[in-house]
């Protein structure tokens, strides 16, 4: 897959508009996939369910990925990415409204490649995705998905 693709791991439809609308209000047109819950989510990336006919060898670019998802929390989906030989060098940023110290240090602990907690204020959660965008899009090198496998 050439197109850097974005995987938005999101319960909350609010949270999906928003990140959407500050990804285009940051001119970073890439395509987001929203699945909107973690047995979905890791339906999606190992192609099973109403996902088996996807070509599992297209990995996002970068996975953004909430921690309070209905069905299988955010904590079980970046284990199960971790623990696949196809995705455990994909970069998962978790990006939620949680703060506790347990949660950043369970998503470390996990593997996340960042942590992020979203912005209240709209302007200063544009900045946010603005800034999360161009670092996991643009400057970041990740290995090409042939080195995944």
Known sequence: MDEKVILL????PD????????????????KIVSIEDGEAALDYLFCHGKFEDRNCLDIPSVVLLDINLPKVNGFEVLKAIRENENTKLLPVV???????????????????NSYIRKPVDFEKFIQAIQTLG??????????????RL
């Open 134 to 147: 161009l670092y996991w899009l643009l400057i970041n090198e990740c290995p090409n998905s042939s080195s």
């Open 94 to 112: 978790i990006l939620t409204s949680s703060k506790e110290e347990q949660d950043i240090v369970s998503g470390y602990t996990l593997g996340a």
């Open 9 to 12: 791991i999101e319960d909350n």
């Open 15 to 30: 949270d999906i508009a928003l990140t959407i609308r500050a990804f285009k209000k940051s001119n970073i047109m890439n």
